[in-house]
């Protein structure tokens, strides 16, 4: 079971990152997924949500308007389309797989409601 983060770098403010999460060893499609962000010294930060039931979408307030998670359960797959990067959005950029049922709408959850977790990608916003 293993979750593969990729799509992080170096962009300018007010650039755009997409990143993708593929997972093997299990069906995403029968999962909630959420993507996460930690800075040193600081806790992670859960930034956006799907339902793995009818597919609601929540995010962070700090990220609304400029982040987009979808997913795509023919390649196994979970996405954060990220547009119009702040500095402030500099982190260490996670995927994650929650198998029980999905959160209540409206939350993203805490890191320990989920099962699942990726390695990481590093986002970073400068000029």
């Known amino acids: 079971v293993q979750l593969q983060a990729s799509g992080g770098g170096l962009v300018q403010p007010g650039g755009s990152l997409r990143l993708s999460c593929v997972a093997s060893?299990?069906?995403?499609?029968?999962?909630?997924l959420g993507w996460f962000r930690q800075v040193p010294g600081k806790e992670r930060e859960g930034v956006s949500y799907?339902?793995?039931?009818?597919?609601?979408?929540t995010y962070a307030a700090s990220v609304k308007g400029r982040f987009t998670i979808s997913r795509d359960n023919a390649k196994n797959s979970v996405y954060l389309q990220m547009n119009s990067l702040k500095p402030e959005d500099t982190a260490i950029y996670s995927c994650?797989?929650?198998?029980?049922?999905?959160?209540?709408?409206?939350?993203?959850?805490?890191?320990?409601?989920?099962?699942?977790w990726g390695q990481g990608t590093q986002v970073t916003v400068s000029s």
């Open positions: 994650a797989a929650r198998a029980g049922p999905p959160l209540p709408r409206g939350t993203i959850g805490r890191p320990s409601a989920y099962d699942y």
């Open positions: 799907i339902s793995g039931g009818d597919g609601s979408t």
């Open positions: 060893g299990f069906t995403l499609a029968y999962y909630s």
